[in-house]
């Protein structure tokens, strides 16, 4: 059986960057991370990654603009393996559609966010990009 790949955008506007609060399942409920989803069979990454923002974030899948990969595989079990993308949304506010809250976060704020455990991985390599994107901005 191939391995599932999951996929996460790391939404970028200026510094700060899109969390979002998960509904469920319970054990992970009330914690934050990255929206994304699966790849469905035949779906590229970024294809997949524009098709769940748009879905979780309610906004136009064509407004997804997806980048270069941010950080290394997180292994989900023996089954699954999440990959994070930088994503720029060129229009639209998201909402959480599927979520129970999104915020913008800044770098400062990285480290004090109850993170899903997969997506705590990329804290160092989230913090790298909104402290890049904050001195580029100044």
Known sequence: MPNQIVVAGAVVS????LVA??????ELAGRWELPGGKVAPGETEPAALARELAEELGVDRA??????????????????????YRVTLTRGKPHPHDHRALRWVTAADLADIDWVP????????LTRLLN???AGAS
């Open 132 to 134: 890049t994107r904050a």
């Open 118 to 125: 997969a997506d705590r991985s990329w804290l160092a390599d």
């Open 21 to 26: 609060q998960r509904l469920r399942p319970p």
């Open 63 to 84: 407004a997804v603009e997806v980048g270069e990969r941010l950080g290394a595989d997180v292994a989900l079990g023996a089954a699954a393996t999440l990959r994070a």
């Open 14 to 17: 200026g510094a700060a960057l």
